[in-house]
């Protein structure tokens, strides 16, 4: 899939995995509202029926702030709200502990690497 540029400071990649995952590589800052509302609606339009189980790949995420925590929860409400699930890798030492604080961690579902997002998905299919 093709990559989108969404201003000067984020890179968003989109890349079809196997079993209804969206795979979203995301490069750069996602610190203002404008960033996160581009962001945001630049992967629901990728969401569909056949494709609601999305990762995000936050490795490559130099700085993220409180846009980018209302960008995430949007895409995690719709990506729900269309039957499907999210799992965020890959983030620093800096946005694990802003979502700690936020109490986000409760309810972003993240993990250390790709092949451990995939499992996520694997024990929600099975449960």
């Known amino acids: ?23 979203v590589k995301l490069e ?3 610190i203002d ?4 509302n ?3 609606n ?3 339009s990728e969401l569909s029926p056949d494709r609601n189980l ?12 409180s846009s980018g925590l209302n960008s995430l929860i949007g895409i995690l409400t719709k990506t729900r709200t269309q039957g499907g699930e999210m799992v965020v890798f890959g983030i ?9 604080i936020t109490k ?8 250390e690497t790709l092949e451990e997002a995939k499992n996520q998905f694997k024990q929600i299919k099975q449960n």
């Open 54 to 65: 999305l990762i995000l790949d936050l490795s490559e995420v130099d700085y993220l702030n």
């Open 92 to 100: 620093n030492e800096k946005v694990k502990k802003l979502l700690v």
């Open 104 to 111: 986000l961690s409760s309810v972003i579902t993240t993990t």
């Open 42 to 44: 630049a992967i629901v």
């Open 28 to 30: 750069g800052k996602i």
């Open 33 to 36: 509202q404008t960033t996160s």
């Open 1 to 23: 899939m093709p990559e989108k540029e969404n201003s000067e400071q984020l890179h968003i990649n989109f890349e079809k995995l196997e079993d209804l995952i969206l795979l």
């Open 38 to 40: 581009e962001l945001t």
